[in-house]
């Protein structure tokens, strides 16, 4: 029989959590305060996970596992904020672009955020790090979950996945709010999009080209 983990669910979520957010900010279009909330919030959940499984039911791979989510997460965290005066790529060219609008129609020069260009940009890559190392340990919990191991491991991935994607994508649109210039593009072409995109492009939402 396979059984629920806390721990295991708590590395999952870290885990498909962060690997959303690649996914997410590789475009360079989300402001940096996206990633650094999502990398803060989920490198505690994968330090949680250590603690609920050292108090109940130890698995030492699926906590070492989670120790370098953790690490990594305030690894890119920290590489973040030293870059932050570089600014996000797309984010730079809409600021551009409003305030020469808006001088355009007003004759008033509005003051714009500033970036530094001589700084280089933060490597969305580095998100990558931590759900490759979670992997090792979902693997590891999806095996100590129960028989079959099969269906056990592969449940915990997929589980993985599916708290990730919806996460991500729930405060992708609550950070709309926050960053209202997101660019929202609605699909014209549902079945078109879902059958040469795949079912994560087809939304009709603001995240549908930060995805």
């Avoid at 999952?12 to 962060?18: E, P, V, Y």
């Avoid at 690649?22 to 990633?35: A, D, I, M, P």
Wanted: hydrophobic share 50%.
């Amino acid at each position: 029989m396979i059984r629920l983990d806390a721990a295991t669910f708590l590395l999952q979520w870290s885990t498909g959590s962060l690997a959303f957010l690649w996914v997410t900010s590789r475009r360079r279009e989300v402001s940096l305060g996206y990633g650094w909330l999502m990398r803060a919030l989920f490198g505690s959940i994968a330090v949680l996970s250590v603690v609920v499984g050292l108090r109940y039911d130890p698995v030492p791979m699926r906590e070492l596992s989670a120790i370098g989510v953790s690490a990594a997460a305030s690894f890119a965290l920290w590489s973040s904020w030293v870059h932050r005066a570089a600014g996000v790529e797309r984010q730079r060219e809409r600021v551009q672009v409003r305030a020469a609008r808006v001088e355009a129609m007003t004759g008033i020069e509005r003051d714009v955020a500033t970036f530094d260009t001589s700084v280089g940009e933060f490597d969305p890559r580095l998100d990558l790090i931590a759900p490759a190392i979670g992997l090792v340990g979902l693997l590891a919990g999806g095996v100590e979950a129960g028989d079959p191991v099969w269906l056990s491991v592969a449940r915990t991935v997929v589980g993985a996945a599916f708290l990730g994607a919806v996460t991500d994508a729930m405060s992708l649109g609550h950070w709309y709010l926050t960053q209202p210039g997101l660019p929202v593009r609605p699909c014209s072409n549902w079945y078109g999009c879902w059958a040469s995109s795949g079912p994560w492009k087809s939304c009709c939402c603001s995240c549908r080209r930060a995805w």
